[in-house]
């Protein structure tokens, strides 16, 4: 079973333009959860989606917003992008919300 | 197992020791706990969790010890291979409520063969 796929996997923007990630969860998979991580924060929560509703929120500014299709497969957005939202991207999927998840390989995104 | 700004606590052995990695959590409504393993240019992987109405959980090589009074997780890793260099965090939830996890820092565990 192919695991959690994440696209670009790099990426270089700069301060005030907008990005979009994606994430392929796994099949079968209908939860997809998105999480933020830098050297100085670490690890933390962004929002989750089931069945193509946002259930969690994180908090973070509504700069970051994101969607999740039919096929469960998502997308995350930032606008007007800051220096501080360098970090690397990462998705996870699970079967249920707050199940296990299984998480992708994540998007390094540079802000210049 | 907590860190402050840029640099991780970092643990070392020897390959064949047990490591004892350490977590402090913050919110005493959680009630679900998970360990994760990151290594270099990977996501997370789940190793073990517990709820909160136990005080140990034990896997393959792996042991999750919880206690609640002092909100102090520890994972224990039997054998420690070179393979198990990695850094690990914990994550806590309240599993009756919504699902938004708060992470720790991270421990660099380091195994020198």
């Known amino acids: 079973k192919a695991g959690v796929t994440q696209t670009p996997r790099y990426l270089i923007k700069t301060r005030g333009q907008q990005v979009t990630l994606s994430c392929s969860p796994i099949s079968g998979h209908r939860s997809v959860s998105w999480y933020q991580q830098t050297p100085g924060q670490g690890l933390q929560f962004l929002f989750e989606?089931?069945?193509?509703?946002?259930?969690n929120k994180g908090n973070f500014p509504g700069r970051f917003s994101g969607r999740q299709f039919s096929n469960s497969r998502s997308e995350m957005n930032v606008s007007t992008l800051e220096l501080g939202d360098s970090a690397l991207y990462l998705c996870a999927s699970s079967l249920v919300s707050g199940g296990e998840q299984f998480f992708g390989p994540g998007t390094r995104l540079t802000v210049l | 197992g907590e860190s402050v700004g840029l640099h991780l606590p970092t643990l070392s052995v020897q390959e064949g020791d047990n490591s004892i990695i350490n977590c402090a959590y913050s919110?005493?409504?959680?009630?679900?706990f998970i360990w994760y393993k990151q290594e270099s240019g990977k996501g997370p992987q789940f190793i073990i969790d517990?709820?909160?109405?136990?005080d140990k959980r034990q896997g393959q090589r792996v042991t999750v010890l919880l206690n609640k009074t002092v909100k102090h997780l520890s994972l224990q890793i039997a054998a420690t291979q070179p393979g198990d260099s990695a850094v690990y965090f914990c994550a806590e939830n309240r599993d009756g409520g919504s699902y938004i996890p708060t992470f720790g820092r991270g421990t660099s565990l380091i195994v020198h063969p």
């Open positions: 919110n005493s409504a959680s009630d679900y």
């Open positions: 989606y089931f069945s193509e509703t946002q259930r």
């Open positions: 517990i709820r909160s109405n136990m």
